[in-house]
């Protein structure tokens, strides 16, 4: 049944296979499990749409290893930037902070920006 499955995990490193067409199983699931929307969340620190935990993302480097990260996280899992200031985790989270009352929290933790967050960031990952 799910014998074409373990085709999709990916072994952690190396090249990856999205752009050269999937083999004639395709039809029973797409490479990524299918989120709320379906669409796989970019990494508040690294920007990257790859399967990987996002939650605790450390990587100093971004996604496409263009540069240096921005943000870190602290000892509790928050995201710094490089100020010091910490950052809105549900801002950077799809579905975004409502919340005016700490505007200074709400910026880009890929790039800065305080239009956009990292799922928007013209820097994270395209799907
Ligand atoms: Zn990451
Ligand atoms: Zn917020
Ligand atoms: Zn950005």
Known sequence: MNDCRGRWSEPGSGSRGRDSGYPSCTRVSPPFPAGASGKASACTICLGRHRHSIATCAADRFWDNSGRTRCTRNGSGQIVTPENQ??????????GCRSTSHDVRHECSGCGKKMHSAQACPRAEKL
């Open 86 to 95: 910490i950052l809105c985790i549900d801002w950077q989270r799809p579905n």
